[in-house]
């Protein structure tokens, strides 16, 4: 049989229309199924027969938590580095319990009470022995300044501070910041501001002894 120069044409056509259709996907398959080991997978190349390897030693965890799962985790892209400025809230964004304040009052001892000081004064241990001592957070700037720089800067550093982004969750950041204020209120608080008639009553009575 032989075809004229249309039905060559279509065929034609047709043919590429079916390369085409079917795409890149099959044609490139081995970028799919390239030699790779599945997470825990057994591994002959090593002597403990895994193909998980421990932790090279002093390395740090560059993204955590359910990031970490993420394709961007994966890739190795900062985790909790938000574009400056970009932030989930100005203020904290839950209710201020007692709990919080406790996790925060912990956290903020373990990660930053070593500069800036128990009290936040920047007077910590670090500090004492050469470190460049931070601002205290009782100057008006940072008692003025919202939440969210707080949270900002244990995102992003500062300065000469780097960021705590990888140790402290974004959760325990806001518990930070919570403590941060109260720290604040504690250098910085008249009798007017305690509300219980009761407790001001007894604030007096231990003045009143103290000064006996
Ligand atoms: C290793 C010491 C160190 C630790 C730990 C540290 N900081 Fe700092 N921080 C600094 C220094 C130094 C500065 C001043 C940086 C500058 O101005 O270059 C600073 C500045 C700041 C500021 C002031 C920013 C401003 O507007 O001036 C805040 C707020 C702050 N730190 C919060 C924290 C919190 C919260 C933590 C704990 C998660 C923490 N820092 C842990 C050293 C530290």
């Given at each position: 049989m032989r075809l004229n120069r249309d039905q060559v044409l279509s065929l034609m056509a047709t043919a590429m229309l079916i390369f085409l259709s079917s795409g890149c996907e099959n044609v490139m398959q081995n970028m799919y199924d390239q030699p790779k080991y599945k997470p825990l997978s057994k591994s002959n190349l090593f002597s403990d027969d895994q193909s998980a390897r421990p932790l090279v030693e002093e390395t740090v965890?560059?993204?955590?938590?359910?990031?970490?799962?993420?394709?961007?985790?994966?890739?190795?892209?900062a985790a909790f580095y938000l574009p400056k400025g970009k932030i989930p809230s100005d203020k904290i964004p839950f209710p201020i319990t007692a709990k919080l304040l406790k996790r925060g009052q912990e956290r903020f001892n373990i990660y930053c009470a070593p500069c800036h000081g128990q009290t936040g004064y920047g007077d910590g241990m670090i500090v004492h022995r050469g470190f460049p001592s931070p601002p205290s957070y009782h100057s008006s700037r940072l008692r003025d300044a919202p939440d969210s720089h707080f949270y900002n800067v244990i995102t992003q550093g500062f300065g000469r501070m780097f960021s705590y982004a990888t140790r402290v969750e974004p959760q325990d950041r806001w518990a930070i910041v919570a403590y941060i204020r109260a720290l604040q209120l504690s250098q910085n608080t008249t009798l007017q501001d305690i509300p219980e008639e009761t407790v001001r009553r007894q604030l007096g009575k231990k003045n009143d002894h103290q000064t006996e």
């Open positions: 965890m560059f993204s955590a938590g359910s990031f970490a799962g993420s394709s961007s985790g994966r890739e190795g892209k």
